[in-house]
C-alpha cells in the first residue's frame, strides 16, 4: 500500500522582499531597477505520527529569515562570468563590459548563482530553505518548491526532491 503524499503551500506578507538587480541577456546587461518580490513557499510529503507533514510555523518561520537576508539589498549574481567584481573596506565595485557601479558592501548581497533572474533566485530560496529544514530536523519532506513573483502575473518556480540524510 502507498502511503498519502500532502501538500502545503505558504504565502504570507512577511514573505516578500524588496531587492534591486539587473540581469546579463543576449550580450547586454539591463538597468539597475527593483522589484517588491513575493515568495510562496511549497512543500510535498508524508505525515508524521502528530499526523502533520511540517509545522506551518518552522515553514514561516525559516522562509521569512531568508526573505530578511534579501530585503533591501542590491542582489548580485556571484557566478556571473560576464560580470567582474572588486572590493575594498567598504565598497563593491560591480563591472559588465563599460557599464559599472559602486555599492557599500552593507548594501549587497552576492548569491551563489550565474544571474539574478526569479529562476534562479527561486532556485537559490528553495536550497537555502531546505538547507534549514534539514538543520531543524524535518525529514518526512518528498518536494521543496518556491515561486518567486516580481510583480503580479509574473513569477517563477524551483523544486528540489528531499533527499533523506
Known amino acids: 500500500m502507498s502511503q ?3 501538500r502545503l503551500q505558504v504565502t504570507k506578507d512577511q514573505l516578500g522582499f524588496a531587492a534591486a538587480h539587473f540581469i546579463t541577456m543576449r550580450g547586454k546587461c539591463e538597468r539597475l531597477h527593483g522589484h517588491n518580490y513575493r ?3 511549497e512543500v510535498e510529503g508524508f505525515l508524521c505520527e502528530d499526523q502533520y507533514v511540517v509545522d506551518f510555523g518552522v515553514l514561516k518561520k525559516h522562509a521569512a ?3 530578511r537576508t534579501l530585503d533591501h539589498r542590491v542582489l548580485l549574481a556571484a557566478e556571473n562570468p560576464k560580470i567582474e ?3 575594498n573596506e567598504q565598497h563593491l565595485t560591480v563591472r559588465y563590459e563599460d557599464k559599472y557601479y559602486v555599492f557599500p558592501i552593507a548594501e ?3 548569491l551563489p548563482i550565474q544571474n ?3 529562476e534562479l533566485l527561486a532556485t537559490y530560496f528553495c536550497a537555502e530553505l531546505c538547507e534549514r529544514l534539514r538543520q531543524d530536523g ?3 519532506l518528498k518536494m521543496v518548491g518556491v515561486w518567486v513573483s516580481e510583480g503580479p502575473g509574473q513569477q517563477a518556480f524551483a523544486s528540489r526532491e528531499w533527499v533523506q540524510s
Open 108 to 110: 549587497v548581497i552576492m
Open 65 to 67: 529569515e531568508i526573505a
Open 85 to 87: 567584481y572588486s572590493q
Open 39 to 41: 515568495v510562496t513557499v
Open 116 to 118: 539574478t533572474t526569479a
Open 4 to 6: 498519502r503524499i500532502y
Open 138 to 140: 524535518v525529514d518526512t
